[in-house]
């Protein structure tokens, strides 16, 4: 995720933030004023956002203060100007109790913000580090705009004050919330990191009057949600604004594919993954330990084998121990810039020229993506893909309609690869695929069921209904696997292998069995007559479903085939040999070096396939060619280009 959040408990912003986090991760000296602070760590000051603003007496993009932070986030969650009201009432001639409480806003809480962490994917801030001062000021516009929308976001759909007994009241804070945000540069690895802090106070009004704490579970809960609607705000706005184009890439085998910048190098990526890298070693070795842990007694203590929540927990252990400290020395944005780019090119293994016109490469492969994948979102298909996902995901297929919206802003994102959608289309995809592919199951004897946030879905079709991909079981190696007894010692290792080398036990992923289940969900609903009351397309859902390369081209006409060569831009097919070639490349743009040339041998495997697809084409549609595409959407039209898991048969 590109969203994280923790929680501001009561006595941790004198603490940590107005020590550290205020002034970019820095240390401020003791008896250093905030201003002065902040610009000799050389980050800007701390800006006002939020709805609720007027209401406390701010304004948006207004300074943030050292004494407004301590009373809003402090020990009790006080007015920005609780000295200030205090000082009056005292004035007044009301008695120090009196004047304390004026200054409160409601009652005291041990939670009193909610820190927020936005930074966009990797591509993007690598742009920005690396681009000319247009660039730097573009992106972080972007991510600006998406911040202030997801907030937006938040305070229309997912903050709630909770009240009366046990919370049993929920409301909307109707004047919305109040957030300080704080922007950093640079990583604790002094790698580059564009983000920043958005301190959201927990403080919120309600229609009488009275202050109530937002529910800070709720805001956990829709995390994900958030994390995918920035992302898709920032990188359509930089697409936008830039000229670019987004492309999935899987970072991790059977996890779900990132949306990155097309143009940007892997390698330029991985030059600043140094954290990741260390997690991951200090990830085997935990796991090592997890699967060979035995109690005094010599029983196993866990599961000889690392579940995914397993897998979670220990990554969580493992970023904490290889958490480096803060960064000592202080720098200003221009040196950081400067002192990146030579470090990327003399460390990154990339060329030195890429690195320098990173932009102008960015720039070529999204032309080359733009002129085959245009744009146009099947609000039918996306429903079967987000309710198939989500389905699987979520242990025991229950789910909320935050699951689906998360889904439904991914799906959305690697679609349109950059462009802009309209504002609602993601609940229309919701909305469709609760209509179409859920059932109610909430219990309708508690409160909570009957809020629409809280409703309890499943999808109208079993786990048992859908095929499992099982990897294939490697032929056994002592030397590579856990003792079969934990009690026993380990087996010996290979000279030169450390422990944590040898391939854990894990079991695997779930992404990959909910894309084949979204595949076959859409196969079935491709051999149905009608869906929902009207005709189904199958060559239109067909062609938006799949990767052009892999659809069979229209057969030849023996009486005007003169031998010359196909037309430029015409689809060939492909076998399984180029589909495994497209998942192996990284990139989109990598994929477009198997050229037609290289590609027109393996036509011939796919020509039953393609003779099959035609006769179903033939049988549901009655015609031999696809309605034509009406002018107004001819420019809308996309095909996805990101290769499924569901083979060849996939175009049937």
């Known amino acids: ?83 200030r009201i205090e000082d009056d009432r005292l004035a007044q001639g009301a008695s120090p109790k009196e004047a304390y409480r004026a200054g409160a806003l409601g009652r005291s809480v041990t939670v009193t913000g909610v820190d927020f962490v936005f930074r966009p994917q990797p591509s993007i801030y690598l742009l920005w ?47 919305g919330l109040v957030a300080a945000r704080f922007r950093h540069y640079e990583a604790r690895s002094g790698m580059p990191l564009l983000h920043d802090h958005v301190l959201l106070s927990v403080k919120g009004q309600r229609l009488d009057g009275k202050w109530g704490s937002i529910h800070t579970t709720a805001l956990y809960e829709n995390t994900v949600a958030a994390s995918a609607l920035y992302n898709e705000l920032v990188a359509a706005e930089v697409c936008e604004e830039l000229g670019l184009a987004t492309e999935p890439r899987t970072v991790t085998e059977g996890r779900r594919p990132v949306m990155e910048i097309a143009g940007v190098p892997n390698g330029l990526i991985r030059w600043t993954a140094r954290r990741s890298d260390q997690i991951a070693a200090c990830l085997a070795e935990l796991e090592h330990e997890y699967v060979t842990a035995v109690d005094d007694n010599g029983d196993p203590k866990f599961l000889p084998v690392v579940s995914e929540r397993a897998r979670a927990k220990l990554e969580r252990i493992a970023a904490r121990k290889t958490r480096p400290p803060k960064k000592g020395q202080v720098r200003s944005l221009a040196q950081l810039r400067a002192d990146w780019k030579a470090s990327a090119i003399l460390t990154s293994g990339v060329p030195d020229d890429v690195i320098s016109s990173l932009l102008e490469h960015a720039r070529a492969a999204a032309a080359a993506i733009r002129a085959r994948v245009t744009a146009v979102v099947d609000v039918a298909l996306a429903a079967v893909d987000v309710a198939a996902t989500v389905f699987v995901m979520n242990n025991g297929g229950r789910f909320h309609r935050r699951h689906l919206l998360a889904e439904a802003r991914r799906h959305l994102a690697l679609v349109l690869r950059g462009r802009r959608r309209d504002p609602g289309l993601d609940d229309q995809v919701v909305a469709a695929a609760i209509s179409a592919h859920c059932l109610d199951i909430s219990e309708q004897k508690t409160i909570r069921g009957l809020e629409a946030g809280y409703r309890l879905y499943t999808a109208r079709w079993a786990l048992s209904d859908l095929p499992a991909r099982r990897p294939p079981t490697p032929a056994p190696d002592l030397d590579r696997q856990p003792p079969a007894d934990p009690g026993e010692p380990p087996a010996p290792q290979p000279s030169g292998q450390d422990a944590g080398e040898w391939e854990i036990p894990r079991i695997p992923l779930q992404y990959e069995r909910a894309v084949l289940a979204g595949a076959v969900v859409r196969e079935q609903l491709r051999t149905t007559t009608a869906v929902r009351g009207r005709a189904y397309d199958v060559v239109a859902h067909q062609q938006a479903a799949m990767p052009e390369q892999l659809l069979a081209p229209e057969p030849a006409d023996p009486e005007h085939d003169d031998g010359q060569e196909q037309e430029p831009g015409r689809p060939e097919a492909l076998d399984l040999t180029a589909l495994r070639a497209l998942r192996q490349s990284r990139t989109d743009v990598e994929a477009l070096e198997l050229t037609a040339e290289q590609l027109r041998h393996m036509a011939a495997a796919v020509t039953k396939t393609g003779e099959a697809a035609r006769a179903r084409k033939s049988k549901y549609t009655g015609r031999e060619i696809a309605l034509p595409v009406p002018p107004e959407r001819q420019e809308e039209q996309h095909r996805p280009q990101q290769p499924r898991p569901h083979g060849p048969e996939a175009g049937r």
Do not use: C, K, S
Not at 28 to 39: I, V
């Open 1 to 83: 995720m590109t969203v994280d959040i923790g929680i501001i408990r009561a006595g941790q912003m004198p603490r940590y933030y107005l020590r550290q986090t205020v002034v970019g991760d820095g240390h401020r000296p003791a008896r250093t004023p905030l201003r002065a602070a902040q610009e000799q760590a050389g980050v800007p000051v701390g800006r006002w956002m939020g709805r609720g603003l007027a209401v406390l007496g701010l304004a948006p993009g207004e300074e943030v203060t050292e004494a407004q932070l301590r009373n809003l986030f402090g020990e009790r969650g006080r007015h920005p100007y609780a000295d």
């Open 129 to 175: 580090a690396f681009g000319d001062e247009e660039t730097r000021l573009v992106i972080e516009a972007a991510h600006e705009r998406a911040i202030v929308r997801v907030l937006e976001w938040i305070e229309d759909e997912v903050a709630v004050i909770r009240y009366g007994t046990d919370g049993i009241y929920r409301v909307r804070p109707p004047g």
